[in-house]
């Protein structure tokens, strides 16, 4: 079902019954459709909300300025207005920061866990904070995504990521330098999203299902992570591209369910 909050003319999809209820969070600068196939697989067991954030996919609120603070307050606004109950967000890439400003903001009780899909949990890559700043500048702009889509398409078979990352593509200028914009002032203030989520009081349990990179070190530290903080998850996926739950949502939605079952 496609319905709208009154606010910012919020587009969601709100599916399933059961608590805790997943909130599907898109990352900046693509659409909910990234959940089109995870969507109903989740939705057997629990409710399932997945949202278009304000300026993408079909919601609307896109002519002026915003941050990632005003998401999480139409993310608080939504949940409000739907009665979900507890709430656990499913936050691709860098709406992991609007997943944690979520508990912060409404708690333990009301966000009992988190899960993470394909975010640079350790803390970004060398190279990924200049790109960052490449996006927001008028005469470098094009040739950073562009890197970022070949980067996220290359040896990908799957015609669901090609067609996502096209759409992908749709957004311009003021789209893309905002989102860096954004992304770089949350690294900026907290370097390393797992520090950031330690700092949190209680701890939050935290799942992280990713797919890329397929380096094996990059799974060892994380796991090495894991063992010295209980709260934290990790668990890679076989899939090529940025978008795993386009790829393999079957194993995706596992994932998701096997965790947030143990949340109790």
Not at 3 to 12: G, K, P, R, S
Not at 186 to 197: G, S
Not at 209 to 228: F, I, K
Not at 231 to 259: N, Q, T
Request: hydrophobic residues 45%; contains cysteine; charged residues 20%.
């Amino acid at each position: 079902m496609k319905t709208t909050t009154a606010a910012v003319n919020l587009a969601f999809d709100d599916v399933g019954q059961g608590g805790p209820t997943l909130l599907l969070m898109p990352g900046w600068c693509g659409s909910r459709a990234v959940f089109r196939d995870l969507l109903p697989l989740a939705a057997q067991t629990r409710r399932v909300v997945s949202v278009d954030w304000r300026g993408h996919g079909e919601s609307g609120g896109g002519d002026g300025d915003f941050t990632t603070d005003d998401l999480v307050n139409d993310a608080v606004d939504l949940i409000g207005r739907l009665g979900t109950g507890p709430v656990v967000p499913v936050a691709l890439s860098h709406a992991g920061w609007m997943a944690i400003e979520l508990r912060r903001t409404l708690g333990r009780d009301r966000v009992p866990g988190i899960v993470l899909l394909d975010w640079m949990v350790l803390g970004p890559p060398p190279g990924f904070l200049d790109a960052l700043a490449g996006l927001q500048r008028p005469e470098s702009w094009e040739a950073v995504r562009a890197g970022l889509f070949a980067m996220w398409t290359d040896g990908v078979a799957s015609t669901a990521v090609c067609d996502y990352v096209a759409d992908m593509r749709t957004y311009g200028f003021d789209a893309w330098s905002r989102a860096a914009r954004e992304i770089a002032s949350r690294f900026a203030a907290e370097a390393v999203p797992v520090a950031a989520l330690d700092q949190l009081e209680p701890r939050c349990p935290t799942l992280h299902v990713y797919a890329q990179p397929g380096d094996d070190a990059v799974l060892l530290a994380q796991q090495a992570y894991a063992e010295r903080h209980p709260w934290f998850e990790v668990h890679r996926v076989d899939a090529r591209s940025h978008f795993p739950m386009l790829e393999v949502p079957d194993d995706i939605a596992g994932a998701v369910e096997d965790f947030v079952r143990r949340l109790g």
